[in-house]
T-cell receptor, first 112, second 115 residues
Framework: DAKTTQPPSMDCAEGRAANLPCNHS???????VYWYRQIHSQGPQYIIH???NNETNEMASLIITEDRKSSTLILPHATLRDTAVYYC?????????????FGTGTRLTIIP | DAMVIQNPRYQVTQFGKPVTLSCSQT?????MYWYQQKSSQAPKLLFH???????NEADTPDNFQSRRPNTSFCFLDIRSPGLGDAAMYLC??????????????FGSGTRLTVV
């Protein structure tokens, strides 16, 4: 699976949009971009995933560049409960490749 | 609600005394995983089961073993815990890889302390 690069930490004011970048310049054509987050002392939580097109769900939006070498997770109206470590993971959908490999992630702190 | 349940939430064990952590799931997922997460680090995969097929990561110490008696349950056995094995242990499940599958479901973890 392709390697990802994320900033180690970010701050965002409560109520503002939090934009978390991720570089995955070696991504292959069939690899998906997944985002998870981990709130302190809890298990990781799935947020969103995408292949080429931008995606939106009730939690967040995912913007993938046209060349697919980077993406941005957007939390549209950040709340204090969004303070967590956010992991960007690239994963192949191929049968037999079930592993999810975590990188170092971005520690997002929402400021009141 | 369908979920992944880990028991206990906190476990204290003595140095060298075998300990077992348990995980159950009601999702009927055929893949189950064990991750180790040390303080301020990302989760690290130890091994996973694809149905009954056991897949060990190359760098997982022999001290760590696993059992999956049926679809719903999976156990992590640490034969002789050392101080360096103190960590959060996370269980996760997923369906067999499906293109665009929406990912894993994690339990809340068991925090292991070795004294």
């Amino acid at each position: 699976d392709a390697k990802t690069t994320q900033p180690p930490s970010m701050d965002c004011a409560e109520g503002r949009a939090a934009n978390l970048p991720c570089n995955h310049s070696t991504i292959s054509g069939n690899e998906y971009v997944y985002w998870y987050r981990q709130i302190h002392s809890q298990g990781p939580q799935y947020i969103i995933h995408g292949l080429k097109n931008n995606e939106t769900n009730e939690m967040a939006s995912l913007i993938i560049t046209e060349d697919r070498k980077s993406s941005t997770l957007i939390l549209p109206h950040a709340t204090l409960r969004d303070t967590a470590v956010y992991y960007c993971i690239v994963r192949s959908p191929n049968f037999g490749n079930e592993k999810l490999t975590f990188g170092t992630g971005t520690r997002l702190t929402i400021i009141p | 609600d369908a979920m992944v349940i880990q028991n206990p939430r906190y476990q204290v064990t003595q140095f060298g005394k075998p300990v077992t952590l348990s995980c159950s799931q009601t999702l009927n997922h055929n893949v189950m995983y064990w991750y180790q997460q040390k303080s301020s680090q990302a989760p690290k995969l130890l091994f996973h089961y694809y149905d009954k097929d056991f897949n060990n990561e190359a760098d997982t110490p022999d001290n760590f073993q696993s059992r999956r008696p049926n679809t719903s349950f999976c156990f992590l056995d640490i034969r002789s815990p050392g101080l360096g094995d103190a960590a959060m242990y996370l269980c996760a499940t997923s369906r067999a890889q499906v293109a665009g599958e929406d990912g894993y479901t994690f339990g809340s973890g068991t925090r292991l302390t070795v004294v």
